[in-house]
């Protein structure tokens, strides 16, 4: 383009040059030669023509300069083009340049933050050095006369054949203080403590204990989809025979817990062995070692928390992501008997036989505890027990459900032995005579004979209950609030308190007590390192009372043979005697309570008398519990806590004869207690 706009100029100024040098008026044709004739003419005409020439020559000389300096022109215009590029090609170059220079001061810059940072870090690190020599110096110093000590340090968990070992639990220095005296250790008998008539009640007792103390070891390994524990829980609180609290404490080693466990990927659980009841509340799911226990130093706990530790099989199973878990158990039952005025026979020479039995002694040679004076019940089947725990996202919600079967041997002809009025008795000498005792209700007997075993039989009877419990974080996780239910028949069992599962009618079949349980929590996590905690629960059994029962005495008087010949049979003549009292069961409001607040002097110098005629029966057992847990340490190295709880426990019986003035209402007894524990405990790391 450039190129053609110099030519376009070069022609342009030649075409103009001629134009100018061209006459206005002058004629573009050239004019005829003139005639030779005229020489003066001609003259002139060559003179015009030499100046042409010359004005022509001087013209091409003109364009020749021209097209020279177009030349020159088209030379410094190319030139200027190869600059112009020269000059782009050098910007692109600076721009890369630049470009490049600003990503490596960018570079650079973080470069020299992480520099100054790990400067810092360095610096810090010296120092410690330093300090860390420095101890070190001294620990060298002050070790030189000792034997090179073993490492501190040491895995929590220890590894055998693919098996990981974890040891555990704590050491515990405990107190207790009880304002009136149950004879007992750190464990309280929550439906023991004495009435205002007992001896004990009059005395308090401090107890120091470390019975408590509870080694652990957990074994966890995997194979194939399925994770497999077993837990081993011990402690102190088994008394043996020669067990005592005197020069040497002797206590033996209790079965706490003792269980394996096969927990599948599927969700799916099945545990054995000994380990807390399905109907104890957990605090996620339903897991083992989960269990939500009350912070009590008590070992036997609190009111209305609903608990077992006994053999059984359980299974579970894990749903919607873990949000549901349902399962089922089997465990071993125990029935536990309450009331009085039990039917019973008295002979002439005052021995007595019983109309049942639910329980007999333990046999030691079956390795059962013969000296414990409750016995044993033989189990017709065990206790069953069902539960659903739900989490949802925010708290633990529990339903559960218990059925147990009680059974007793029946004697129906075991307190009433002996013939029917009127009836004539014949003695095999012939001589008669008629029996005037009273009606029989048995198969008619002989006059004289003992109770028998006739009609004997088995009774089962069937009890259960159902509960539920909730738990909830609330205001950021420092505070847990929860509250658990229970209610049923023969249920008494599965309470701290230990009320009775049932009571007997007086035919001796067994009649489950109906019972319910009751606990309210409030935990503060008032940091990582202090907890307080209350709670306030309450037991309560229902009346289950009868009439009817008697104590029957027959006495038998022999009459003279009337032959008077030796050897020959003798008449006997029977006498039946029966108690007026008639009543029994549990609660019965016609028993005796007019000596519960009347101390009786001991029946010898080991033994306080428990006051006096008291039936006692337990209606409510309420208990409210306050106290604190302060870790003075926790680490690598295990952890120190120590600890302060009180309780203000209450037992109220139900109210029986004795009323003043008479026919006012009965006497109902209470006792109070109030109770101060004190804990100081080592955990394993």
């Not at 004539?424 to 005037?436: E, F, L, R, S």
Request: hydrophobic fraction near 35%.
């Amino acid at each position: 383009m450039k190129k053609l706009a110099a030519l376009t100029l070069s022609l342009f100024l030649t075409t103009g040059t001629a134009l100018a040098d061209t006459p206005k008026d002058a004629d573009p044709n050239p004019a005829k030669a003139a005639s030779p004739a005229k020489p003066k003419a001609a003259k002139k005409a060559e003179t015009s023509d030499a100046a042409i020439s010359a004005q022509i020559e001087e013209l091409r000389q003109a364009l020749q300069s021209q097209q020279e300096e177009l030349q020159l022109l088209k030379e410094e215009l190319a030139k200027r083009d190869r600059q112009i590029d020269e000059a782009r090609e050098a910007a692109a170059a600076a721009n890369a340049r630049a470009t490049e220079a600003s990503s490596k001061a960018t570079e650079a810059v973080n470069t020299t933050a992480a520099a100054k940072s790990e400067a810092v870090s360095l610096n810090s690190t010296v120092s410690a050095l330093k300090a860390s020599n420095e101890a070190l110096k001294t620990t060298v110093e002050s070790g030189q006369a000792e034997a090179q000590k073993p490492s501190e340090e040491g895995p929590s968990t220890i590894k055998v054949k693919g098996i990981s070992i974890t040891p555990g639990g704590f050491i515990e220095a405990a107190t207790t203080y009880r304002q009136r005296a149950e004879s007992a250790d750190i464990n309280t008998q929550l439906n023991g403590i004495p009435y205002p008539g007992a001896a004990l009640g009059k005395v308090s007792e401090n107890v120091f204990s470390a019975r408590q103390s509870r080694p652990t070891l957990l074994a966890e390994s995997k194979v194939g989809s399925a994770k497999l524990t077993a837990y081993f829980e011990m402690d102190f609180l088994g008394a043996g025979t020669t067990s005592n609290n005197r020069q040497s404490n002797s206590y033996v080693f209790r079965q706490r817990q003792l269980w394996a466990q096969a927990a599948f990927d599927s969700g799916l659980s099945i545990t054995g062995g000994q380990m807390w009841s399905l109907a104890t509340e957990n605090r996620k799911g339903i897991q083992n070692r989960g269990e939500a226990l009350p912070m009590m130093v008590d070992p036997q706990y609190v009111v209305g928390f609903t608990w077992q530790r006994a053999d059984s099989i359980r299974v579970t199973q894990s749903l919607l992501d873990n949000k549901l878990t349902v399962g089922a158990s089997i465990e071993g039952p125990q029935t536990t008997l309450g009331g009085r005025g039990f039917s019973a026979f008295t002979n002439a020479a005052g021995a007595t036989s019983q109309n049942f039995w639910f329980a007999a002694p333990g046999n030691g040679g079956g390795l059962n505890n013969a000296f414990d004076p409750t016995g044993y019940s033989p189990n017709k089947a065990p206790d069953v027990v069902f539960k659903a725990a739900l989490d949802p996202g925010w708290g633990h919600y529990e339903i559960f459900g218990i059925l147990s079967q009680f059974r007793a041997r029946i004697y129906p002809c075991a307190v009433i032995s002996y013939t029917p009025t009127g009836t004539v008795i014949t003695a095999a000498n012939g001589t008669t005579t008629t029996y005037t005792g009273p009606p029989i209700t048995c198969a008619a007997l002989a006059a004289g004979e003992a109770p028998n075993v006739a009609g004997a039989f088995n009774d089962s009877r069937t009890g259960g209950g159902g509960g539920a419990s909730f738990r909830v974080p609330l205001f950021n996780k420092k505070l847990d609030f929860g509250v658990k239910g229970v209610y049923g028949d023969g249920i008494g069992r599965f309470g701290s308190s230990q009320l009775a599962d049932a009571t007997a009618r007086p035919d001796g079949t067994l009649a489950p007590i109906r019972a319910g349980h009751g606990l309210g929590i409030l935990e503060f996590h008032v940091s990582p390192k202090l907890d307080i905690f209350a709670y306030g629960g309450a037991e309560y059994a229902a009346r289950a009372a009868y009439t009817g029962y008697n104590s029957v005495k027959v006495t038998t008087v022999s009459i003279s043979n009337p032959n008077g010949v030796a050897g020959a049979p003798i008449l006997v003549n029977t006498t039946v005697a029966r108690s007026a009292s008639g009543i029994g069961g549990y609660g019965n409001p016609a028993a005796n309570n007019t000596g519960c607040s009347t101390e009786v002097s001991p029946v010898n110098q080991l033994t306080p008398n428990g006051g006096g005629t008291c039936a006692g029966d337990s209606r409510i057992v309420i208990e409210g519990t306050l106290g604190f847990w302060h870790k003075i340490y926790q680490g690598p190295k295990g952890g120190v806590r120590w600890g302060i709880t009180y309780s203000y426990l209450t037992r109220t019986g139900w109210s029986g004869s004795g009323g003043l003035p008479a026919g006012s209402a009965g006497i109902s007894p209470k006792a109070v207690d109030n109770m101060v524990w004190t804990s100081f405990r080592y955990y394993l790391p």
